[in-house]
């Protein structure tokens, strides 16, 4: 065992109707890469967020180097080099990477000085950085990047990561996962939160697994199959998603010869696009994030309408409908977003069933609300999808990430989609909830549905996809058979390295 860093004694964090932690203690190492596990809800987020200064402990104690440490805010907890990458970037698009860096300093130097540090410690760090770059032209893993090294310049002794690998290839993680172990061999104590099993096995030296608030256990992750670690997570056996036998229908959606222009001046502009996608189908569609995912399916969705006869569902085009509409014909769509786009953060989760619900569900008539069909539909959604919420007129914010996108997910699901688009279905879920939403994505083309499935997951795409596609700067690849693919192939098509060329599927 290394010298403890950092020490956790019965931390415990109440909310009403819910405990968040509940008497958890465990010790980090220096030097040491610790991986914090749990389902959605299990209580990581509030965890990290004491010690990160951002929530105070009903009881508890920490210990940092052997003296109490008791952060009254971030900049306490930064002072005493403990420095956080969330999971949601913190960034200002229309200012440059060092303007956005000095944002975050107590005291920035000169900007020219800064500058010469940013090129110098990310270099260091295998993680180059241009910082006079406007962030809103970075990929997502560039914007990531700006994350870590703002928390460099900080000399941290203990580096919080909460799902850093979320919006990366392949090739980049590989990248990111050199520079943590470098960091590693420098004292430096990392603190892991991530889904994906794998890396945690690749990457951590010890994992503490949360359940329901607690510290439900402790393991080896190289020496613990990532099964096994699911299964600990859960306390339950892990049923892996099922593919049954489907035979293609008909075309149900499709889009050709789409181009329109960028949305925003940070936004990406869809060029000569062409899709297909059939009854019983599921089309997967790969790109990093920021290469035209959200532009794709608020075409699809009706949040943005074109005159042309570039989209069509039935053979017939819907291009110039609005959402409404749409979702009446049964084209659904779950975005990226899941609070704020998706769910409106303060709206009770019966309000929100109903936002999208209203049309498919019944759930209104001549002009009146009918709120106790709205609640039983709610409620029905939490229970199909074991969303873990008090209830259905709790809002949507008081739900942890990974439970509200079961109940975005779910909500569209249940309502019978003829075509359903969904963005990063699994993102921020645990192993099991995940393998859950892809079962019933599963289930739903089986149903006679088609499915397309945007995502950063690889490993998603190629579990579920019949056909994969890679989406880079707003074009679209040719559809291919995922059976065909690697998952190193598919990694290479989304960084556009395959030459992006455009046909029908």
Same mark, same amino acid.
């Given at each position: 065992?290394?010298?403890? &860093?950092?020490?956790?004694?019965?931390?415990?964090?109440?909310?009403?109707? *819910?405990?968040?932690?509940?008497?958890?203690?465990?010790?980090?190492?220096?030097?040491?890469?610790?991986? =914090?596990?749990?389902?959605?809800?299990?209580? +990581?987020?509030?965890?990290?967020?004491?010690?990160?200064?951002?929530?105070?402990?009903?009881?508890?104690?920490?210990?940092?180097?052997?003296?109490?440490?008791?952060?009254?805010?971030?900049?306490?907890?930064?002072?005493?080099? /403990?420095?956080?990458?969330?999971?949601?970037? $913190?960034?200002?698009?229309?200012?440059?990477?060092?303007?956005?860096?000095?944002?975050?300093? !107590?005291?920035?130097?000169?900007?020219?000085?800064?500058?010469?540090?940013?090129?110098?410690?990310? !270099?260091?760090?295998?993680?180059?950085?241009?910082?006079?770059?406007?962030?809103?032209?970075?990929?997502?893993?560039?914007?990531?990047?700006?994350?870590?090294?703002?928390?460099?310049?900080?000399?941290? +002794?203990?580096? /919080?990561?909460?799902?850093? @690998?979320?919006?990366?290839?392949?090739? !980049?993680?590989?990248? =990111?996962?050199?520079?943590?172990?470098?960091?590693?061999?420098?004292?430096?104590?990392?603190?892991?939160?991530?889904?994906?099993?794998?890396?945690?096995?690749?990457?951590?030296?010890?994992?503490?697994?949360?359940?329901?608030?607690?510290? *439900?256990?402790?393991?080896?992750?190289?020496?613990?199959?990532?099964?096994?670690?699911?299964?600990?997570?859960?306390?339950?056996?892990?049923?892996?998603?099922?593919?049954?036998?489907?035979?293609?229908?008909?075309? %149900?959606?499709?889009? $050709?010869?789409?181009?329109?222009?960028?949305?925003?001046?940070?936004? @990406?502009?869809?060029?000569? &696009?062409?899709?297909?996608?059939?009854?019983?189908?599921?089309?997967?569609?790969?790109?990093?994030?920021?290469? #035209?995912?959200?532009?794709?399916?608020?075409?699809?969705?009706?949040?943005?309408?074109?005159?042309?006869?570039?989209?069509?569902?039935?053979?017939?085009?819907?291009?110039?409908?609005?959402?409404?509409?749409?979702?009446? =014909? #049964?084209?659904?769509? %779950?975005?990226?977003?899941?609070?704020?786009?998706?769910?409106?953060?303060?709206?009770?989760?019966?309000?929100? %069933?109903?936002?999208?619900?209203?049309?498919?569900?019944?759930?209104?008539?001549?002009?009146?609300?009918?709120?106790?069909?709205?609640?039983?539909? %709610?409620?029905?959604?939490?229970?199909?999808?074991?969303?873990?919420?008090?209830?259905?007129?709790?809002?949507?914010?008081?739900?942890?990430?990974?439970?509200?996108?079961?109940?975005?997910? #779910?909500?569209? *699901?249940?309502?019978?989609? !003829?075509?359903?688009?969904?963005?990063?279905?699994?993102?921020?879920?645990?192993?099991?909830?995940?393998?859950?939403?892809?079962?019933?994505?599963?289930?739903?083309?089986?149903?006679?549905?088609?499915?397309?499935?945007?995502?950063?997951?690889?490993?998603?795409?190629?579990?579920?996809?019949?056909?994969?596609?890679?989406?880079?700067? #707003?074009? =679209?690849?040719?559809?291919?058979?995922?059976?065909?693919?690697?998952?190193?192939?598919?990694?290479?098509?989304?960084?556009?390295?395959?030459?992006?060329?455009?046909?029908?599927?």
């Amino acid at each position: 065992m290394s010298t403890p &860093l950092l020490i956790l004694d019965g931390l415990t964090k109440a909310y009403p109707g *819910v405990v968040a932690n509940d008497g958890v203690s465990f010790v980090i190492g220096e030097g040491e890469v610790h991986a =914090l596990l749990g389902e959605n809800g299990a209580g +990581k987020s509030t965890l990290v967020k004491m010690i990160y200064g951002l929530v105070k402990p009903d009881s508890g104690s920490m210990r940092l180097r052997g003296a109490p440490y008791e952060p009254a805010e971030p900049r306490a907890a930064r002072a005493d080099g /403990i420095a956080m990458v969330f999971q949601h970037f $913190s960034l200002f698009d229309a200012l440059n990477v060092a303007e956005n860096i000095a944002l975050g300093m !107590e005291h920035p130097p000169a900007m020219r000085d800064l500058a010469a540090r940013i090129r110098e410690v990310s !270099e260091t760090y295998g993680l180059p950085l241009d910082p006079y770059r406007t962030v809103g032209e970075l990929s997502a893993g560039e914007r990531q990047r700006v994350e870590i090294i703002r928390c460099l310049l900080q000399d941290p +002794k203990l580096l /919080i990561m909460d799902e850093p @690998t979320s919006v990366l290839t392949p090739q !980049e993680v590989a990248i =990111l996962f050199e520079t943590l172990r470098k960091l590693k061999s420098e004292g430096t104590s990392i603190l892991y939160i991530s889904h994906k099993l794998e890396e945690i096995r690749s990457l951590c030296d010890q994992a503490t697994i949360l359940r329901l608030g607690k510290n *439900v256990g402790a393991c080896v992750p190289a020496e613990t199959s990532a099964r096994e670690m699911a299964e600990l997570m859960v306390g339950s056996a892990l049923k892996t998603p099922e593919r049954a036998g489907r035979d293609f229908g008909d075309v %149900a959606l499709d889009i $050709s010869g789409l181009s329109l222009p960028a949305p925003s001046a940070f936004g @990406t502009a869809l060029k000569n &696009l062409h899709l297909s996608v059939r009854r019983g189908e599921i089309l997967g569609i790969g790109g990093v994030a920021g290469n #035209g995912q959200d532009e794709l399916l608020s075409v699809i969705s009706g949040e943005e309408t074109t005159t042309s006869d570039a989209v069509k569902f039935n053979g017939q085009p819907i291009g110039h409908m609005g959402p409404s509409a749409r979702r009446a =014909l #049964g084209v659904l769509t %779950a975005p990226e977003e899941r609070l704020g786009h998706a769910a409106a953060p303060d709206m009770s989760l019966t309000e929100n %069933a109903l936002l999208t619900g209203a049309t498919r569900e019944g759930l209104a008539r001549n002009g009146f609300l009918k709120w106790g069909a709205a609640r039983a539909f %709610a409620a029905r959604i939490i229970e199909a999808f074991d969303v873990r919420t008090p209830g259905p007129e709790n809002a949507a914010r008081s739900l942890s990430g990974g439970n509200l996108q079961k109940f975005v997910i #779910g909500r569209e *699901v249940l309502q019978r989609p !003829e075509v359903l688009v969904v963005n990063q279905p699994t993102w921020g879920v645990d192993a099991a909830a995940a393998a859950a939403i892809r079962q019933a994505l599963l289930d739903l083309a089986a149903g006679g549905a088609a499915v397309i499935c945007i995502s950063q997951d690889l490993d998603e795409l190629m579990e579920i996809s019949d056909h994969f596609a890679a989406l880079n700067e #707003g074009r =679209l690849s040719a559809p291919r058979p995922t059976s065909e693919l690697t998952v190193d192939e598919i990694g290479l098509m989304m960084g556009g390295a395959h030459g992006m060329e455009v046909a029908h599927v």
